[in-house]
């Protein structure tokens, strides 16, 4: 729901360089030893622009990814629709090993999990209410990692499998729903500036709201509005991911948001501020012992809920 500096991208790839040339020499030989097995020429004058692309494939910003995305169509189209199951169990098998010549699998256990460690995402991007986290059975026992989402799908464009300008972190839930589906939202970018998130939660008709709730204690009268950027191409989140649907079920989180800002106000409260300044040297610390969560929007990504929290609490004057 907010994007991320791509100069922090770069300085964590910069970080891993070491390991991203090993794991870069491994596919070249990868894709030399795949160019041994029977193929058409059109797979292997693929291959062999795969080759030349190399580090890039793993380190090529989103612009990059475009420009080769472009190039690839131009050599070999993935198909969705086939002529014959000869055609599909034959690309079928292309995209296989051209997964297995990337490594995306090993990857996923010996440099995604210390890389997006660091990254720092641990709210799903796209609806910011659950973890990237999944659970999988590895050679019988269960193991957690790290969840991510192909923006640009894997089923289409195995070649950008491993390439970290493509890998967002999402839960399960909205990895599933989004599929091969195109979204106007770009995760790394380059803001001008502290970044933004373009999406929101408001609290309809606060005032009459509050003042309802805080007199019969009813959460029936509470109703979210979720907004988001308008998109001319494409589905919108809340149509792909439900957001209002997930944040529905949300509403006791804003009954103590009401009831906090009912409570730390006036005086108090700036008897509450006094105190953690002397304690803390700031009084910053409070809103975020108020809200339960982070109060920076560019820390949205570093808890599940921050998002909504963060906006209804700014609402209604919790946090400023």
Known sequence: MISVSSAFIDALITKHDNA?????????????????????????NYI????????????????EIEQNKILLDGLYKFKTVFVSEVEKSNQIKFKDNILSALAYETRRSDFYPEYFRELGIKACV????????????????????????HYISKSEYPC?????????????SCNNKKGIKNLMFLLYNNPSGTPKSNFGFE??????????????????????EFKEPN????????????????YDTQIDIVEELILKSHIYSGVYRELIEDYMTSIYGTKDVL???????????????????AKFTQDIAKQLGLIK
């Open 231 to 246: 998109s001319a191409a494409g589905e919108s989140f809340n149509e792909i991911f439900a957001i209002s649907g997930i």
């Open 126 to 149: 796209y609806c910011n209410s659950q973890l990237c986290v999944t659970v999988e059975d590895h050679n019988g026992a269960l193991v957690a990692k790290f969840q991510v989402d």
């Open 287 to 305: 809103d975020r012992l108020l809200m339960g969560n982070y109060v920076e929007d560019s820390d949205i990504h570093k808890r599940p809920m």
């Open 48 to 63: 062999n622009a795969l080759k030349n692309i190399g580090k890039k494939l793993i380190v090529g910003t989103s612009d």
């Open 160 to 172: 950008f499998s491993i390439a970290l300008y493509n890998l967002y972190p999402v839960c399960s």
């Open 20 to 44: 991203i040339n090993r794991h870069t020499k491994n596919l070249k030989a990868a894709l030399t030893r795949l160019l041994l097995t029977p193929l058409e020429v059109e797979q292997r």
């Open 203 to 224: 609290l309809k008709d606060k005032d009459n709201t509050v003042a309802e709730y805080l007199a019969n204690r009813d959460a029936k009268v509470i109703s979210i």
